[in-house]
């Protein structure tokens, strides 16, 4: 066996609504809806979902050591900026995020800035959950609330660096 034979013939789908959903602390402000995870999937070398950022919102400037990630901005308007640099995303933009790169999501719209994630190895999706609140899809979102106090010890725990 190669090491693949298990995933040989195994599919998902996943539509819409349908799977774990976290609200998300300030200063994100939104919700993150992981997708295709080794939960599902059965495959730990990849993870994707969607992230969504209030209006006002913003993901805090952080880097990945051990993991490449890939964004593809799905709904809205806002900017990253990448080691430094800002660049405007509207839907359509996408952005390759090696080791180390480091990364900030803002939203600049009127409305909600929704991301397409993808990431390997997998685990982002664990950090949505850790640091985030259950969310039923519909429900009203609830008033913001803060980050747990050791949400540093949690992201280097998960293989993230705060910046």
Known sequence: MTGTEEYRGHAVVMQPGHGPSFWQPMPANGHADPMLTPTNT???????????IGVGGYVREHSHPDQVEMQICFKGKGHVIIDG???????GSSAFLGYDVKHAIYNDGDDELVMLWVITPAGLEEFFETIGRARRPGEPSPEP????ADVVEIERAMGMNDT
């Open 145 to 148: 609330f803060a980050r747990p």
């Open 85 to 91: 640099e800002r660049h405007d995303i509207v839907p």
């Open 42 to 52: 059965k495959f730990k070398d990849v993870s994707m979902g969607y992230q969504t």
